[in-house]
């Protein structure tokens, strides 16, 4: 067993600055500017006042998010730069007379280093979606949809927006086609309802044929490479700052 808490480190300022490098265009523009829509509320003007007021909050809600997003993205990356030799996650036949060998180039180490990149993944994902309901309840006061949140929340916007606003209705309702949305959501679906694909799963496959006999295999697993991990995430990165860039446009007109 290893000591996970020994493996715990935070970068420091410089090095924060330079693990985001490589993603910095595309994270300042993960921001929505809110001065255009400043707190005023009269009581001969009870309804702009209280959207007003609605819309100031919701887009403080989605910096702040925002800025949760890439701090978390920051400490999984930085996990990551620290070394996770994971590409070739099983050998078989592995050494000593094992049949299979999993993660046959990690050292002590790599096993903390790993524990505290997934833990950083597992929360990626779930604040990214929190980000995109964020989006959606913005939506719901630009256009004065009066949508209540519930688990229908997102379904509901886009049935009252696609006679508000067209355009942003098929862009909206594309996403769930796009290729890097539907692996982030395939992701989060796992992490948090499934087996976690950060992990070895049992290696089981159970099958029922259609006259209801079963067919149980095993294989070594599966596993989510640190890579694949970090090259989707990146590439959400770039989406979110691309379904950004759209809202910005809308909340300004």
């Given at each position: 067993?290893?000591?996970?808490?020994?493996?715990?480190?935070?970068?420091?300022?410089e090095?924060?600055?330079?693990i985001?490098?490589?993603?910095?265009?595309?994270?300042?523009?993960?921001?929505?500017?809110?001065?255009?829509?400043?707190?005023?509320f009269?009581?001969?003007d009870?309804?702009?006042?209280?959207?007003?007021?609605?819309?100031?909050?919701?887009l403080?809600e989605f910096?702040n998010?925002?800025?949760?997003?890439?701090?978390?993205?920051?400490?999984?990356?930085?996990?990551y730069?620290?070394?996770?030799?994971?590409?070739?996650?099983?050998?078989?036949?592995?050494?000593?007379?094992?049949?299979?060998?999993?993660?046959?180039h990690?050292e002590?180490?790599?096993?903390?280093?790993?524990?505290?990149?997934s833990?950083?993944?597992?929360?990626?994902?779930?604040?990214?979606?929190?980000l995109?309901?964020?989006?959606y309840?913005?939506?719901?006061?630009?256009?004065?949809?009066d949508?209540?949140?519930?688990s229908?929340?997102?379904?509901?916007?886009?049935?009252?927006?696609?006679?508000?606003?067209?355009?942003?209705?098929?862009?909206?309702?594309?996403l769930?086609?796009?290729?890097?949305?539907k692996?982030?959501?395939?992701?989060?679906?796992?992490?948090?309802?499934?087996?976690?694909?950060?992990?070895?799963d049992?290696?089981?496959?159970?099958?029922?044929?259609?006259?209801?006999?079963?067919i149980?295999t095993?294989?070594v697993?599966n596993?989510?490479?640190s890579?694949?991990?970090?090259?989707n995430?990146?590439?959400?990165?770039?989406?979110?700052?691309?379904?950004?860039?759209?809202?910005?446009?809308?909340?300004?007109?």
């Amino acid at each position: 067993m290893i000591d996970v808490y020994d493996y715990a480190r935070y970068p420091t300022k410089e090095e924060w600055m330079k693990i985001c490098g490589d993603k910095a265009d595309v994270i300042n523009r993960i921001y929505l500017d809110n001065n255009g829509n400043k707190i005023e509320f009269s009581p001969s003007d009870f309804e702009d006042g209280y959207y007003n007021i609605q819309m100031q909050y919701w887009l403080k809600e989605f910096n702040n998010r925002a800025f949760d997003l890439i701090v978390n993205y920051t400490l999984l990356k930085y996990y990551y730069d620290s070394g996770i030799p994971d590409e070739e996650w099983y050998k078989s036949p592995g050494e000593n007379g094992k049949s299979v060998q999993y993660f046959p180039h990690f050292e002590k180490k790599h096993y903390g280093i790993l524990y505290w990149f997934s833990f950083y993944v597992d929360s990626y994902y779930t604040r990214f979606e929190g980000l995109i309901d964020t989006i959606y309840h913005i939506i719901n006061i630009k256009y004065r949809l009066d949508i209540k949140p519930s688990s229908e929340f997102r379904g509901n916007v886009l049935k009252k927006l696609e006679k508000k606003d067209k355009a942003l209705y098929k862009y909206l309702n594309s996403l769930p086609k796009n290729p890097v949305y539907k692996q982030i959501n395939k992701f989060r679906n796992n992490i948090v309802h499934n087996y976690r694909p950060n992990q070895i799963d049992s290696g089981f496959t159970r099958t029922i044929n259609h006259d209801g006999s079963e067919i149980i295999t095993m294989s070594v697993g599966n596993y989510t490479t640190s890579t694949e991990f970090l090259n989707n995430i990146k590439d959400s990165l770039d989406l979110l700052a691309d379904i950004t860039d759209k809202i910005r446009v809308k909340i300004k007109a």
